[in-house]
């Protein structure tokens, strides 16, 4: 499987033989598995206090029965506010937690190193593939996959980025990114979480990472660490993806070899 290696202005300049992961055939059962469990291990355990909702003097009748009023623990006292009123029971104002979370529940998943290498090759492969690109809702004019050579990684200008963005026909699929931007909001904080575009692999991402941060839903990685977290965002396969000339050689070491597929 070859693949035109194109330059800045989006012009073909020669041909590349592809490496064999690129041949993967399509694993969506296992793609799945290694998301959520990769995706497991960004999660920190939390639980509750196991005496939160329970400091109160509150008890239930003896007999709780002929009062006229609801059998639920009541605090004790006269005269003032608390007096009377329910508590320790999870059906009650400022009462405990009926299920709480536990902070010594295991919500770390493991996953066995042969399936995450064929996890990898397979999404990788998924890039090529323009029917499960498109399936992903990711606008492109270019033939796939995207290669472009090594200067790529020199750009380090967010003006430069886009020039060739727009030369390989990608630059719509920022515009639907950041149409597809969520917000998301808490107790806490509110911020913003761009949908998922471009991603660019390179093997020295040092420059082309800060001029990546001008531009929402684009991602930028190093063919080193390529994870599946960044080639198949919610366990989906076929982002759309840039590859510069020596990612290529970088990914034939690193999954190839390792994984053994």
């Known amino acids: 499987m070859q693949a035109k290696i194109l330059d800045l202005d989006g012009k073909e ?38 005496l939160a909702g329970e400091r109160t003097t509150a008890e239930s009748g003896h007999p709780p029965t002929g009062r006229g009023i609801a059998r639920i623990p009541r605090v004790k006292g006269e005269r003032y506010s608390k007096s009377g009123m329910a508590g320790a029971v999870a059906s009650t104002v400022h009462g405990r937690l009926p299920h709480p979370p536990r902070s010594e529940k295991v919500i770390r998943k493991e996953i066995n190193a042969k399936e995450r290498y064929l996890a990898t090759a397979s999404a990788i492969a998924a890039t090529a593939d323009a029917s499960l690109v498109q399936k992903r809702g990711h606008k492109f004019s270019s033939k796939l996959p995207i290669v472009v050579s090594n200067d790529l990684e020199s750009v380090s200008k967010a003006r430069d980025l886009k020039k060739l963005l727009i030369a390989l026909g990608v630059d719509r699929d920022l515009v639907r990114a950041r149409n597809r931007t969520k917000k998301i909001s808490s107790s806490v904080s509110k911020r913003l979480r761009p949908g998922a575009g471009p991603l660019i692999v390179v093997s020295n991402p040092s420059k082309l990472r800060s001029a990546s941060k001008s531009f929402e839903g684009l991602s930028v990685a190093a063919s080193s660490s390529l994870s599946i977290l960044d080639l198949a ?15 290529l050689t970088g990914i034939s070491k690193n999954v190839l070899k390792a994984g053994g597929v």
Request: charged share 25%; hydrophobic share 30%.
């Open 233 to 247: 965002p919610g366990s989906i396969p076929g982002r759309l993806t840039v590859w510069s000339k020596d990612s």
């Open 13 to 50: 300049t020669e041909s590349l033989d592809l490496p064999s992961v690129f041949g993967t055939p399509l694993r969506d059962d296992v793609i799945n598995r290694v998301y959520v469990s990769l995706a497991s291990h960004g999660k920190q355990p939390q639980g509750r206090d196991p």
